[in-house]
DNA sequence: CAGTACGTTTAGTAGAAACTAAACATACTG
DNA sequence: CAGTATGTTTAGTTTCTACTAAACGTACTG
């Protein structure tokens, strides 16, 4: 703490909420599998009403640029953040993409999506080995079990990816268009509360 | 390699798909960051015909007992595998969950769930925060900020915690309904594939 | 052209997580 | 009750990843 008054000064109030914040959203991303001070750069990005510099990010976050230098890069990679140049400054700014769908967005399709494909190709090319040889006579069973299987998942995988892909769609339908279409149709319960009732852990 | 044969033998084509199908399902588990002998073990049992032993396991994943032990005990816990007793016989025998749905809504319900609630809590306490200081004059306007984009932030986890409960109730309903869920009402895009041109890696 | 402000890169480090090897617990079996 | 088969737990090792500290590159500034 040897700092000498970051950037910013809230009063007490607000700048506990900030620092709350910005440990919700480490936790948020560590638990994704992301590094926490990602998660943490983002809260606080999406915090300020302003972009913020790399510094400013430091003082924040209390990580060393180096690290907001590449967490940040890795930010804007996944479209979570925007690079902003100002002409006349040298300091590039940052801001967080506000609109969380596109966020998701940018994940699906950065990490799910390739190891997606890998998964659902090695699914089918195992199946057509499958297919392909020909088995002794008390393993054409086993060839037909496996098949059966390989199928199934391959079933699913295209479901789960027609999945993603459609939600991926939403972004511009927003958050009203989603739930109506969901609630409507597929949840016969009478309750207004769609989760289930476990408030507790 | 010192084993001697292992249980099973099926024909060279039958063991290097299942050998590959394990491997594919190791990369899944780790990229989901799950443990990658997790993977494997569900890929094992998954192929395989009839439950299979722990023993059984160490010989088709190559881990040592402990390890299985603890893999196999977590993936019970998640739903993704069932533990079978049978009389008579003083192994347990282990058979994966062959629908898939289940074992997302398992791995959600466990997972995703916790964290989710603790983040969505963050968010309503620092709005809560935010909303019950009185604030410094020149402050007013940032409080307000804070307040807006947190109650942002809250509205799309609402959202998203909507989403993956209804999700978790497609469990009977399978994939043709949710596909046609999706097909009519959201996609307006004329074309049969869902996927947009992506066939290659 | 020396000096400074920024951002990036690199070598090294610290911590976490999953595995191995082996001890342990428990229950059958002869 | 000794012996064996089976699953679990524990201590220690390995491996990986994200970070720090510091060097570096580059472009402005006086």
Redesign the interface.
């Known amino acids: 703490m040897t700092e000498s008054e970051p950037v910013l000064t ?2 007490p ?2 700048e ?3 620092r ?2 910005i ?2 959203m480490s ?2 991303a560590a ?3 992301l590094p926490k001070a990602m998660g943490a750069i983002y809260g606080a990005l ?2 300020s ?1 302003e972009p913020l510099s790399l510094d400013d990010l430091v003082a924040y976050v209390g990580v060393t640029k180096g690290a907001v230098s590449t967490n940040v890069r890795h930010l804007a990679r996944l479209g979570m953040v925007r690079e902003e140049v100002r002409l006349g400054e040298r300091r590039d700014f940052y801001s967080a993409e ?1 609109d ?2 596109k966020v ?1 967005k940018g994940v699906l399709r950065e990490r799910e999506k390739a ?1 997606f ?3 659902l ?3 089918r ?2 199946l057509d ?2 297919g392909a ?1 020909d ?2 006579p008390e ?1 054409t ?3 037909l ?2 098949q059966e ?2 199928g ?2 391959q ?2 995988f295209s ?5 993603v ?3 991926m ?2 972004d511009d ?1 927003r ?1 009203a ?3 109506g ?3 409507k ?3 016969p319960a009478g309750d207004g509360n ?3 009732g ?1 408030e507790e ?1």
């Open positions: 809230a009063s109030d607000l506990s909420v900030r709350d914040f440990e919700g936790r948020v638990f994704w599998g999406y915090l009403p506000g969380f769908w998701v190891e494909d890998r998964a190709s090695t699914v090319q195992c080995a499958v040889a088995h002794a393993e069973s086993l060839a079990h496996y299987r390989l199934q998942m079933g699913f479901s789960l990816d027609t999945l892909a459609t939600v769609r939403l339908l958050h268009s989603l739930l279409l969901f609630g149709r597929v949840v769609p989760r289930e476990s852990r």
